[in-house]
């Protein structure tokens, strides 16, 4: 069955430091984003990603953020300053078109921020 | 307005029973509701969904049953085993393909199973 990965699964950095979270959507997949969850908190939208470009973005995906989709199949996430509070899961997903497809999300990367 | 209330927070059901998970919302531009499982260190997965033209749908042991006037959607788990423990998200999202919906998630219901 396919299915969305992400790299590193777990990721510490330094404040201020520059971190990468790198995903592989499902190959025929059109839509890709990024969410979030504080720990033992809710899933947060972030942003969205749709024909090389953002569609929609959260409040929580100020300017320290960025995506990208440098080739046919990764989708990134770029946090430039990393802070405490960015410590979090990070979950990458894809949606497929149809009437009730939805979006499939990968295992995560967690993100700690020291 | 974006906001989806869940409830309950935490959930026991004894090995059999049904579990019975609820969510309200405000924004009535939502048009797809979809419920997802979560164990632990794990990303979401998508259990099942709904749109707003019909009032139930069945899959399984699982049913999403959607009132569309009370702006509310459960999610009912039959003959709950073990295997469900988990943590249940319902979500919601609005416009075009429901892959392309950025979806607002409730804050979660803890499912406790017990043998």
Not at chain 1, 29 to 34: A, E, N, S
Not at chain 1, 46 to 52: D, K
Request: proline fraction near 5%; charge should be neutral.
């Amino acid at each position: 069955e396919p299915e969305v990965t992400q790299t590193p699964s777990h990721q510490v950095t330094q404040m201020g430091q520059e971190v990468i979270l790198r995903c592989v959507p499902i190959s025929n997949h059109l839509y890709f984003y990024w969410y979030r969850q504080i720990l033992g908190q809710k899933v947060e939208f972030l942003v969205s990603f749709y024909n090389n470009e953002i569609s929609e973005k959260s409040e929580i995906f100020d300017d320290q953020f960025s995506v990208e989709r440098p080739d046919g199949s990764n989708f990134t996430l770029k946090i430039r300053s990393t802070k405490l509070e960015d410590s979090a899961m990070y979950f990458c997903a894809s949606g497929g078109s149809g009437t009730l497809q939805g979006a499939f999300f990968g295992q995560g990367t967690r993100l700690t921020v020291v | 307005q974006q906001q989806v209330k869940q409830s309950p927070q935490s959930l026991i059901v004894q090995k059999g029973g049904i579990s019975i998970i609820n969510c309200a919302y405000e924004n009535t531009a939502f048009d797809y509701f979809p419920w997802y499982q979560q164990f632990p260190g794990k990303g979401p997965a998508l259990l099942i969904a709904i749109r707003p033209d019909v009032s139930e749908k069945k899959e399984g042991r699982f049913t999403i049953s959607f009132n569309k006037s009370a702006k509310q959607f459960s999610l009912h788990i039959m003959d709950s085993q073990p295997g469900d423990s988990a943590t249940y998200f319902c979500a919601a999202g609005s416009g075009p393909d429901t892959g392309r919906r950025a979806l607002t998630f409730g804050s979660g219901t803890r499912l406790q199973v017990q043998p």
